[in-house]
């Protein structure tokens, strides 16, 4: 059994509380490209393509950027 997945929904609620900086785990990276398209003035990223130091300045950033 399957449930439909309000992603677009769930991304611009997310966005309205605030979140900014989004990370797609692996594999691949369709969700990064649907982020990138559903909220520009937001960064996606995915994990599979980023590398983790890179990953953790900009978590860490984010952490500490009042929205």
């Known amino acids: 059994m399957a449930v439909p997945v309000k992603w677009h929904d769930t991304a611009v609620l ?14 691949g990276s369709v969700l990064t490209k649907l982020s990138t398209a559903a909220l520009p003035e937001a960064l996606s990223v995915s994990a ?6 890179t990953l953790s ?7 500490h950027t009042e929205h």
């Open 48 to 53: 599979s393509n980023t590398r983790v130091d």
């Open 57 to 63: 300045v900009l978590m860490e950033r984010e952490r």
């Open 14 to 27: 997310a966005y309205e509380r605030g979140v900014r900086l989004t990370v797609e785990m692996p594999p």
